[in-house]
């Protein structure tokens, strides 16, 4: 089992910028992908990024790219997601997930954290 806690959320004005965490603890993985979602009030959950373990290669939805950055350390520990120049429709609660290496899906989930840009 892994376990997941984000933190990091709040209320920013437009513009501003903030920095989400993801603690990971439990079993971990040599190969794995870490990635970020969110869902915004009455919409489903989307893709915002992803790191790679052990490559540390990353990938951005394109809402995000260029404004948002993940990053992680090299033991797997933790997950960062530095989000610059926010904006009112960046709202979301933001979720972290665990893929491990040929599934699919993402089959671990943290609890969410809360980010409230306003305009």
């Known amino acids: 089992q892994v376990q997941l806690v984000e933190s990091g959320g709040g209320l920013v004005q437009a513009g501003g910028s903030l920095r989400l965490s993801c603690a990971a603890s439990?079993?971990?993985?040599?190969?794995?992908?870490m990635g970020w979602f969110r869902q915004a009030p009455g919409k489903e959950r989307v893709f915002v990024a992803r790191i790679s373990w052990p490559t540390m290669s990353t990938y951005y939805a394109e809402p995000v790219k260029g404004r948002f950055t993940i990053s992680g350390d090299n033991a797997f520990n933790t997950v960062y997601l530095q989000m610059n120049s926010l904006k009112a429709e960046d709202t979301a609660v933001y979720y972290c997930?665990?893929?491990?290496?040929?599934?699919?899906?993402?089959?671990?989930w943290g609890q969410g954290t809360q980010v409230t840009v306003s305009s």
């Open positions: 439990g079993r971990t993985f040599s190969s794995s992908d």
């Open positions: 997930a665990v893929r491990r290496m040929g599934r699919a899906s993402y089959d671990y």
